[in-house]
């Protein structure tokens, strides 16, 4: 099957937008319109980083197991997608690519390596609504790293503890 490709322009940098992308509870927040029930397993980002999830799409539902495979930091992360007993393996690689103007274009294409015959029979009904899907996967995901990068920084594990606040001094 031909391979579907969906892009969308942010202001975000190339590092800002890999970051986000990098981190797999990320994907939830910009897929859960068809993709559900998250249960992740590895790291929780890079290469190894896991997610089993419930994609629903066309009326049908499916488990897809979902793990990071390559990376290139920040240009690009490439996911292997396993579902329907094996019978339908896929690819799925995020391209970050920084723009003239600033920001960057970043682009997600799904490549089938194998499919079901049903999904062959029906291959541009199946195409047409992983691009419906995956346009939408592309909005929403602007939108949460335009969220992201308003939201105030959440200490990591390896920060330091907060500091007490001073207590006013008493004059002498």
């Known amino acids: 099957m031909k391979s579907v490709a969906v892009s969308i322009?942010?202001?975000?940098?190339p590092e800002q937008v890999y970051d986000f992308l990098d981190v797999m509870?990320?994907?939830?927040?910009?897929?859960?319109?068809?993709?559900?029930g998250w249960r992740y397993s590895g790291?929780?980002?890079?290469?190894?980083?896991?997610?089993t999830v419930t994609a629903t799409l066309g009326g049908k539902k499916t488990d897809v197991t979902i793990q990071v495979v390559d990376a290139d930091p920040p240009r690009r992360i490439v996911e292997r997608n396993v579902s329907a007993a094996g019978r339908r393996l896929a690819q799925g690689t995020y391209t970050i690519e920084p723009l003239r103007?600033?920001?960057?274009?970043?682009?997600?294409t799904y490549a089938w390596e194998r499919a079901p015959l049903a999904d062959r029979?029906?291959?541009p009904v199946v195409r047409a609504a992983m691009r419906r899907a995956n346009r939408?996967?592309?909005?929403?995901?602007?939108t949460e790293l335009d969220h992201d990068a308003?939201?105030?920084?959440?200490?990591?594990?390896?920060s330091p503890p907060p500091r007490a606040p001073e207590r006013p001094r008493r004059p002498q």
């Open 25 to 36: 509870a990320h994907h939830e927040r910009f897929t859960n319109h068809y993709l559900t």
């Open 150 to 158: 308003t939201a105030p920084a959440q200490p990591g594990p390896d």
């Open 136 to 142: 939408t996967v592309m909005r929403r995901l602007a």
């Open 43 to 51: 790291p929780s980002r890079g290469i190894g980083s896991c997610a």
């Open 9 to 13: 322009d942010v202001p975000q940098t």
């Open 121 to 123: 029979l029906l291959a």
């Open 101 to 108: 103007t600033g920001g960057s274009r970043v682009s997600f």
